[in-house]
């Protein structure tokens, strides 16, 4: 939320001086957006921003004439949020990640600290829209590196803890998190988890490596934010959506826990840490 709001103020807007901003939260249950953004329709907002592609989903469900500033790890034009990147149509503009198209890179820098024939466990949201995707694309990856991946639904109600085990029974030697906003509410426990089993561990985003994670690989989320922030501001201002081109991340970051990899008896070898935009030591 910092960076959203830095990116507002760039274009001028101060909360609670020139702008109010009303929260909703779903708390990982999807089923709820529908009505949490019916209720910003009713309250005749002047513009809504959905952060990750469910909610943006439930926006352009709920309304056709209210922009909508969006923030998703996916290619928007696939998912059908808008007509194309460089002309969005519609009500509907922001920022992707694209960190779904990481996921062939992840798979390989977690590759490179797992003995070469332990199998690796993938934890995906049973419920994201992106989890067919993401699954596909982390298989292809697999049997490219040739690897094997075994795959675990987590719902929404949670319950890591017995997908872990599950896979657990297949003797994997790393776990590798689907990139998926799902995972945030569950990121401490998957991180003591994989502690308390002493597994390498691979996220698309950096908080996770910080909370003691090994390793994450994926775009800059923050400038991200902060450029639907700069959007957000300038739909404030009069600009239509439909003519504000999808923004593409371009800032990625690769970041190493070495304190982690101690712990686990891995060492990192000069070759990646050179890769490693951030080192948490």
């Keep these: 939320m910092p960076a959203i709001l830095r990116g507002l103020q760039e274009g001028g807007f101060v909360v609670d001086r020139n702008v109010a901003i009303e929260h909703r939260f779903a708390d990982g249950h999807n089923n709820r957006l529908p009505s949490l953004a019916a209720e910003l329709v009713q309250r005749k907002v002047n513009v809504i921003f959905a952060n990750t592609t469910p909610p943006a989903y439930a926006a352009k469900a709920a309304t056709s004439t209210i922009p909508i500033v969006f923030t998703t790890g996916v290619d928007p034009v696939e998912v059908g949020l808008v007509a194309s990147m460089n002309r969005p149509g519609g009500n509907v503009t922001g920022v992707t990640f694209l960190s779904n198209k990481l996921v062939a890179k992840r798979l390989e820098l977690l590759s490179a600290v797992v003995p070469a024939g332990a199998p690796i466990g993938m934890l995906a949201a049973q419920r994201n829209p992106n989890t067919g995707t993401d699954v596909r694309d982390a298989l292809a990856a697999a049997q490219t590196i040739g690897r094997t991946l075994h795959v675990e639904s987590v719902p929404p109600e949670g319950g890591i803890e017995v997908n872990l085990a599950n896979l657990l029974r297949h003797r994997i030697g790393a776990v590798f998190v689907a990139p998926q906003a799902d995972f945030r509410m569950w990121s401490q426990q998957l991180v003591l988890l994989a502690a308390r089993h002493a597994l390498p561990t691979s996220f698309s985003s950096g908080d996770y490596v910080t ?43 690769f970041m190493i826990n070495l304190k982690t990899a101690k712990v686990l008896g891995i060492t990192i070898s000069p070759a990646m840490l050179v890769l490693a935009t951030s080192v948490v030591e």
Excluded: H, N, W
Excluded at 216 to 226: A, E, L
């Design 211 to 253: 909370a003691g994670g090994l390793m994450s690989y994926g775009p800059d989320q923050m400038d991200s934010y902060r450029e639907a922030g700069v959007y957000t501001g300038r739909v404030l201002k009069g600009e239509k959506p439909a003519e504000l081109p999808v923004m593409v991340a371009t800032k990625f970051e």
